[in-house]
């Protein structure tokens, strides 16, 4: 898999680190609609589908980390109801193609859309949906939202 766009802060990192593991602290959003579906995001490295989420910033509370993710990946302003839980270990490592490894500790909220319009960014995302649980399964999806899925963080 081919790394997607880094931020500056992750940039520096890697500058001074070089491939090395990486601890980083993440955020997603599980946001649902009326009909009770779940938004995902096409991943423009794997082409997999995804919760829409990233990496926390120096300085960024976690909700509003999983804020900015949601809008720059959707185009969709959301409202964090709750945490629904944390997630992290031997489990949520990956190694992009570059042979950049990362262990994400990832906070995952539940959400519910706002405003905006899905638009894709085309940078780290391709495509916005909105799916049921019946039809998630179904998708190819991404090592997280398989993790997220396995065990029940998603359902």
Known sequence: MSPVPMSSFVANLRSLVGNE?????????????????????????????STPGGVIEPGEAPEQAAIREVHEETGLAVVIDSLRTAVGGPDYRTMYSNGDRLSYVALIYDAHVVGGEPTPDHQETTEVGWFHMREVAQLAHDHFLALLLRDGVVR
């Open 21 to 49: 593991l990486l601890q980083m602290p993440s955020a997603a959003a599980l946001c649902r609609d009326g009909s009770d579906r779940i938004l995902l995001v096409r991943q423009a490295d794997t082409g997999r589908w």
